[in-house]
């Protein structure tokens, strides 16, 4: 009234909410407002005899309509501050009108969220919604709403409201929350309670507070299957929400704190685990003044489940939390009576890890060293502690160790506590200096021990004293001395990957000291042609650092030459992609290239190397070059062309050494890459790849030809020279050269992958060779380079990669591949069949579940020969088993024979794919599979005494699967 009986006494009024019942009303009316064509007054004054009426649903209507067009207008509407107090009272006081109370609340929604909305207005929402709605009573959307308005009050005017109501507001807030039950109304009673509590006066309801919070936990929420889709909450949200209100008081401590530890001797593991993370949140937020009075509790309740627990989860929630509470109390202060709380807990915690270090059970010592590791990791404090209470008892009682694995245990126990000592802030002393020298023997004798378990522990703590700065270089040269000893001798797996962290560590720490001590040694072992393929295998995992890298390089290089040319390969493409800074990638390249490139040179020697080590090599300078900037691979590619003794016509070099320059320019960057028409390289390239009599060479040219054009602008040069390479491929084609297929491939991926046009041409052209006789099989492996990773079309090479480009493939190419099965012959089937696997291998599930009526038919039929199935062909079927099951049970009978027939295949990856796919049927419908339950179960038996034992484990799981549907029947 106040609004527009003004204006109607001025006869300025008349009423048009008559006009405004059709759809997109409101959207009408609050345009007008914003453009001014109407303001506020008129618009209230308009539904005026509506809103007033006593027409209950002519009310809600009016109502409703003002709160939605409030809605649209937004925060930012020029609302005066007037006009937002008048609308709230009015929504204020229609909240009592029960037709309306929905309406009403989404007015003041609208009006809460609006930056004309005022503390005083806030306040009154609050106190009125208290007074006059009984929230809990009523429905869902009623509640939300309410809450809703609560999370804006709160989020806004937290303290102006606090201010003005204290006690009161928090009081009015708890009788609104108590007793809900619903996931979305909770996470906005989470969302503001953290407020409420670190806000507020508290101290009256801290119990009321405390009870509406903790009856929730611990939270098991599973949305319905109807609304996962849409509810857009989950229990890691719920949880959430609620540790944060646990954790929003000190005040909270006791009551929490008693909860946690009583649900803590829960039988159940998820609840354990959830009290452990619950209290590694609050301990921290609680701090050291409220803790310390249950310090001692929580402690040995923690311990417990530490220490007796069977769970791995809870034994590492349980160290997660003690560590928590040690760096709560670490800040503790000693008290006039002369205690200390850290002190005491400390205190009775290391007197349990030194009373269990000379138990006689393995377990409880190792145990007891987990204790003393989340002790030390607490805090710097902590460490010191732990350090000074703990490693002479434990080294004095590692030296008298009744076993092999007490003494591993203890091993492990110091190993941790000089991990978890801190670095010095300053130039002081390190805190584990004044224990080096005890650490360091106890360490070397360990590893010198005839047990492995005992070696490897003793290793590790090497590892851990060189990384943690304390050793003086003395001390750093003798740990490094043991540990290239003990790389030398036979090494069981375990003690070999120990031994390689450490050297690796010390390669990190101080490399000089790697390459004086250690690095010496291996290369002496390497010339015995025995231990040669160890120590390469080993160098790539301990040459971590440049000097290293360049010093492993050269040493593996020169096993090229000899029987270890394999593994030499191997360890050269390992050494060549470790990463490293970019000015140091720089200086590697340069110095490791001629190592490379100077048996690459030798005719003698490049006629050893089979394709493997090809492979490793060529893997190796693309690795190189493709980690150094545009101008480094400049650089290098001179150096490979003069090392190499190549000219630009071809020279009289052995052809093969050619196939490394072109493995470095595949490598390059797009700006290192030379621009047509002035580029010779293209038609080199070119020219090689199609005509080159050595396999290595074509397929190598093709490869640089097809990067270098994925990578080059694209302009008329660029048309013009896939024109030329169109006709020149075409040509070849005519005589059903193989190397012209290879490089129509190669090109076709390039084209694909960066998303030109000119791929769709040059692929369907190699579909069509799927018909010759002679091609059809290369073609069938063509499509394989063209939709799976390739070794150096691929973003390591720098070359552009648009998203999707499977999908793509699949889209455009996959109805030619079916009409080439639907029409062709038998051979022409088979063939299709293989292409189509290779693309089902790679396209994402649902872009096949799009296309499950044109692919299901070709999938059918691969299942008919051995000669057409695949194990990625079953893995599909296996897929659509359970997310297609419709288009699945129609054709059960046939796949269950077809698939028990081929569980006895000759490959073994195809019989245990076809048990997995058998496995997979059983998702299907019940009384679909119900029938085939004997006929496979008879014919699992051949499987269950197959000769490879993943076959026999696939046979197991799959009998396992149906077994289950017979006793579901």
């Known amino acids: 009234l106040g609004l527009y009986l003004p204006r109607v006494k001025a006869g300025r009024m008349d009423s048009r909410w008559t006009e405004w019942t059709g759809d997109g009303a409101a959207a009408t009316v609050a345009a007008e407002l914003k453009s001014k064509k109407m303001d506020i007054v008129d618009f209230v004054g308009h539904l005026g005899v509506p809103l007033a ?25 020029p609302l005066q501050p007037t006009e937002c107090s008048l609308l709230c009272i009015f929504f204020c006081e229609r909240l009592s009108d029960l037709p309306c109370t929905k309406q009403a609340l989404d007015g003041l929604l609208a009006l809460t969220a609006h930056s004309s909305c005022s503390s005083t207005n806030a306040e009154r929402v609050l106190r009125t919604m208290h007074a006059e709605l009984s929230l809990q009573t009523q429905p869902q959307d009623i509640r939300n709403r309410g809450l809703r308005i609560v999370a804006a009050l709160i989020a806004r005017h937290a303290e102006a409201l606090r201010a003005s109501m204290g006690a009161d507001g928090v009081f009015a807030v708890l009788q609104m929350i108590d007793g809900e039950k619903d996931p979305r109304c909770l996470m906005l009673v989470f969302g503001f309670m953290p407020t409420i509590i670190g806000t507020f006066p508290i101290e009256r309801f801290v119990e009321e507070l405390f009870d509406v919070t903790s009856c929730y936990f611990p939270i098991t929420f599973t949305p319905p299957e109807s609304e996962k889709d849409t509810i857009g909450i989950t229990q890691a949200d719920l949880v959430g929400g609620l540790r944060r209100c646990l954790a929003a008081s000190p005040l909270f401590a006791p009551l929490a704190i008693d909860m946690l530890l009583h649900k803590l001797s829960s ?15 609050c301990l921290p937020a609680y701090g050291c003044l409220a803790v310390a009075p249950l310090a001692t509790r929580i402690a040995g309740a923690l311990r417990i489940e530490l220490i007796h627990s069977g769970s791995t989860a809870v034994q590492t929630g349980a160290a997660a939390a003690l560590s928590a509470l040690v760096q709560v109390i670490s800040s503790a202060i000693t008290s006039p009576d002369g205690s200390c709380v850290f002190d005491v807990v400390m205190k009775d915690l290391c007197g349990e890890v030194l009373r269990h270090s000379r138990d006689h059970d393995s377990v409880i010592v190792s145990a007891h060293g987990r204790l003393a590791t989340a002790l030390a990791t607490a805090s710097p404090r902590a460490a010191a502690f732990a350090l000074d209470a703990l490693a002479r008892p434990v080294a004095e009682h590692l030296r008298t160790g ?114 004086n001590q250690i690095f010496p040694t291996l290369q002496a072992a390497a010339e015995d042609p025995a231990a040669t393929p160890t120590i390469l295998k080993l160098l790539p995992s301990v040459s971590v650092s440049r000097a290293a890298t360049i010093a492993a390089f050269g040493l593996a290089a020169s096993k090229l030459t000899g029987p270890a040319a394999q593994a030499a390969a191997t360890c050269l493409a390992q050494l060549s992609g470790l990463p490293h800074a970019t000015p140091d990638a720089a200086v590697i390249a340069s110095a490791c290239l001629p190592h490379l490139l100077i048996p690459a040179a030798q005719p003698a020697v490049l006629a050893t190397w089979n394709d493997d080590i090809l492979e490793a090599l060529f893997a190796a300078i693309r690795a190189l070059v493709a980690a150094v900037d545009e101008t480094a691979q400049a650089a290098s590619l001179t150096q490979i062309k003069i090392a190499l003794s190549l000219d630009a016509a071809g020279g009289s070099a052995p052809s093969r050494t050619w196939a490394f320059l072109f493995h470095a320019n595949a490598a390059l960057r797009s700006g290192a890459v030379p621009s047509l028409p002035a580029a010779p390289s293209f038609h080199h390239f070119l020219s090689c790849a199609l005509h080159a009599t050595d396999d290595v060479i074509s397929r190598s040219a093709g490869a640089a030809l097809a990067a270098a054009l994925n990578k080059h602008k694209d302009n008329q040069a660029f048309t013009d020279f896939l024109d030329q ?91 030619t591949i079916v009409k080439l099965y639907r029409e062709g012959n038998a051979a022409v089937k088979v063939r299709a069949i293989g292409a189509i696997d290779h693309v089902l291998a790679v396209v994402p599930q649902q872009v096949l579940l799009n296309e499950i009526d044109t692919v299901l038919p070709l999938l059918l039929d691969s299942l008919g020969s051995p000669a057409t199935v695949s194990s990625s062909t079953l893995s599909v079927l296996a897929q659509l088993s359970t997310s297609a099951p419709a288009a699945i049970s129609p054709h059960l009978a046939t796949i269950v024979a077809r698939l028990a027939a081929f569980a006895k295949h000759e490959s073994m990856s195809v019989r245990v794919a076809a048990l997995d796919a058998l496995a997979s049927l059983t998702v299907l419908p019940t009384h679909k599979v119900v029938p085939f339950v004997k006929q496979v179960i008879r014919d699992l038996n051949a499987a269950l005494d197959d000769r490879k034992r993943l076959v026999r484990a696939a046979a197991v799981r799959c009998r396992s699967r149906w077994y289950a549907v017979a006793s579901a029947r």
């Not at 009426?53 to 809605?71: C, D, M, Y």
């Not at 075409?730 to 129509?744: F, Y």
Request: proline share 6%.
């Open 53 to 77: 009426g006593i027409n209950a649903s002519e009310r809600k209507w009016a109502t409703g309509f003002l709160s939605e067009v409030l809605q649209l207008l937004g925060p930012t509407f």
């Open 725 to 815: 390479t169109a006709e020149k491929i075409d040509t070849a084609l005519t005589s059903e050269s193989l190397p012209a297929l290879h490089t129509l491939a190669l090109l076709a991926r390039s084209l694909l992958l960066r998303g030109h046009p000119r791929s769709r041409p040059a692929i369907n052209t190699l579909l069509q060779l799927l018909t010759s006789p002679t091609l059809g099989e290369a073609a069938v492996a063509s499509v394989g380079v063209i939709v799976r990773d390739h070794t150096v079309l691929g973003e390591p090479c720098h070359l552009t990669v648009r998203p999707l480009y499977r999908q793509r493939f699949f889209v455009e190419h996959v109805p």
């Open 267 to 281: 039988t159940s593991q998820d609840t354990k685990e959830e009290c452990l993370a619950t209290l590694r949140v």
């Open 402 to 515: 009744p076993s092999i694995e007490i003494r591993r245990a203890l091993t492990s126990t110091l190993a941790s506590l000089a991990q978890a000592a801190p670095r010095p802030a300053d130039e002081g002393e390190h805190v584990l200096r004044p224990y080096v020298d005890l650490f360091l023997t106890l360490f070397s004798e360990a590893s010198s021990s005839d047990s492995s378990d005992l070696q490897a522990a003793g290793l590790a703590g090497l590892a851990v004293l060189i990384s943690s700065e304390a050793l003086l270089l003395p001390d750093m040269v003798v740990a490094a001395r043991i540990i290239a000893a003990i790389l030398t001798r036979p090494l069981e797996p375990k003690v070999l990957t120990s031994a390689s962290a450490a050297a690796a560590v010390t390669c990190v720490a101080n490399s000089n000291i790697f390459l």
